[in-house]
């Protein structure tokens, strides 16, 4: 039975390739996974085995209930993830945080793919788009995708860029702006298509506050780039908030920070000094954006300059800045729900390509991917998983959960002139503002009324149960043929 199945090909042997040609051979279903090291290196890679870290060994917290990461884990546990299963294997004493010991973790997952009788290991690169006679395909090639995929892909795509700098913005959970401060409008109370002319959350600040910010924007610590990064060069569009701060006192003032066309209704209609801008960042409005505050100063200096901003004093962050290189597909546009590409439906995506960020978020597309392309196979198609579980939430993410950008927040490219889409969908670590709001619970477990900071964490709890709920109503109908 097994031989007249025809195999699934997998490009690229990292977090998600490894997790996806797992998922497909635990399904029944032959694969073989193409990985081009050792022929072909990559500029982080530093060993030939299959799911290399290549930074740091740590998968975050690994506490399913109050923390997205952790959720994301335990969804992934039972699911019966590979690379889960190898880092608890291989796990390192680490406080909450899943912190596994590398080399032990890539061996045990290259160790468990080569022994077991479905999954094939080619090592070489695909040059290129795969050969027409593979029908079903993943692409899981990562941020460091070699050149001539990378060239293949964009073609095929038509899109005008595949790699470049990301320019990360920090992104705020809605819940830990002050409105009290902050208000919501357009500049110039313009609707624009879409929108209600109170589009975007203003954050004012005086003269005295605007200096004090600049001086710690300047004094802040700063990340250094990385040697293969800093030969990339970067666009006047999206430069970091510091270096333009550093090109002059009032550079920030008269460009991502201009306060025309705004009103403070808080103080009589004032117009502010200056203003941050925030622009909703997700379908469900529980997370928002900084406009054009991409930033390379050390995280922990951004949560301590940003909050400085009035209104933003309590933010907590979703997500916080940084500029890198990397490699992704704008997917809202270019992938289906399955994650397979519109345009040529036998090659699905996953991982860091996909537009997720992180080990474990990679990961996690891999094991959909695995087990979306091994239930096709078999002729019985399936949904991926709701949105209300960390694994759903991230499908929704990269296919559609994404606002794109107006154009007049969208700077020009310097070559072209004109807009650059990728730019408005950026990479994102899974976090409890991706999940649909869920009402805070009134009581706890033992009837107590829960107050101030305790409805937080029993709304991220609450969350995470109704998560686990719904992913096994979509194990117990999704299965299909796996052993898990
Ligand atoms: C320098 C750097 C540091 C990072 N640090 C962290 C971190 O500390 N923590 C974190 O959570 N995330 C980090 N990331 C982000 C990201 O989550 C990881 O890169 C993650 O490994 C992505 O998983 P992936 O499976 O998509 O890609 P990868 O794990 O990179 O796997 C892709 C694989 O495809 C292979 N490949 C590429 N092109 C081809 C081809 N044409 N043919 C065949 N094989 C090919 C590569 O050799 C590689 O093995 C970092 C990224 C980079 C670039």
Request: hydrophobic share 40%; with cysteine; charged share 20%.
């Amino acid at each position: 039975m097994i031989e007249t199945i025809k195999p699934i090909h997998v490009i690229g042997g990292g977090l998600a390739g490894s997790e996806a040609a797992w998922q497909i051979a635990q399904a029944g279903v032959p694969v073989i996974l193409h990985e081009m090291r050792p022929v072909q290196a990559t500029a982080a890679h530093k060993t030939d085995g299959l799911a290399e870290l290549v930074c740091s060994n740590s998968f975050r917290s690994d506490d399913w209930e109050n923390n997205a990461v952790g959720l994301l884990h335990e969804e992934m546990r039972r699911a019966g993830s590979l690379i889960l299963a190898a880092g608890d294997q291989h796990k390192l004493p680490a406080g909450g945080a899943l912190a596994v010991d590398r080399d032990g973790f890539s061996a045990e997952v290259t160790r468990r793919l080569s022994g077991h009788p479905l999954v094939t290991i080619a090592r070489g690169e695909i040059a290129g788009l795969p050969p027409a006679e593979w029908d079903s395909v993943i692409v899981a090639t990562g941020p460091l995708t070699s050149p001539a995929l990378s060239a293949a892909i964009l073609e095929r795509t038509g899109e005008t860029a595949l790699s470049f700098f990301d320019a990360i913005a920090p992104v705020i959970h809605a819940e830990s702006i002050d409105l009290s401060i902050a208000w919501k409008q357009s500049r110039y109370d313009k609707a624009g298509p879409g929108g209600t002319g109170a589009d975007y959350l203003n954050c004012p600040m005086n003269k005295p506050e605007y200096e004090a910010f600049i001086d710690a924007l300047l004094a802040a610590e700063k990340t250094a780039f990385k040697e293969w990064e800093a030969s990339t060069p970067y666009f006047d569009g999206c430069l970091p908030v510091e270096v333009m701060a550093e090109r002059g006192r009032d550079t920030l003032r008269f460009g991502p920070m201009k306060p025309v066309g705004l009103a403070n209704p808080h103080k009589g209609g004032e117009r502010p000094y200056a203003v941050v801008q925030l622009r909703q960042d997700n379908a469900l409005g529980t997370l928002w954006n900084m406009v054009g505050f991409q930033t390379k100063m050390r995280h922990g200096e951004q949560v301590r300059v940003l909050r400085m901003i009035p209104g933003l004093g309590q933010a907590e962050f979703a997500r916080l800045g940084g500029l890198h290189r990397n490699t992704f597909l704008n997917s809202p546009r270019l992938l289906d729900r399955q994650l397979r590409l519109k345009a040529e439906p036998r090659l699905r995506f996953a991982g860091q390509i996909t537009g997720v960020e992180g080990y474990v978020e990679s990961a996690a597309i891999g094991l959909l991917a695995g087990r979306l392309a091994a239930a096709e196979r078999f002729g019985r198609p399936m949904e991926a998983p709701p949105a209300t579980t960390a694994l759903g939430s991230l499908v929704n993410h990269i296919t559609g959960g994404h606002i794109v950008a107006d154009e007049e927040t969208v700077e020009p490219s310097e070559e072209s002139g004109k807009s650059r889409g990728p730019q408005s969908f950026q990479p994102m670590n899974i976090n409890y503002g991706l999940l649909p709001p869920i009402e805070t619970p009134l009581v706890d477990e033992q009837g107590r009324k829960i107050k101030g900071k305790d409805k937080t964490f029993a709304r991220k709890r609450a969350a995470s149960r109704r998560a686990l709920a719904d992913l096994a109503a979509w194990l117990a109908t999704a299965t299909g043929g796996h052993t898990t």
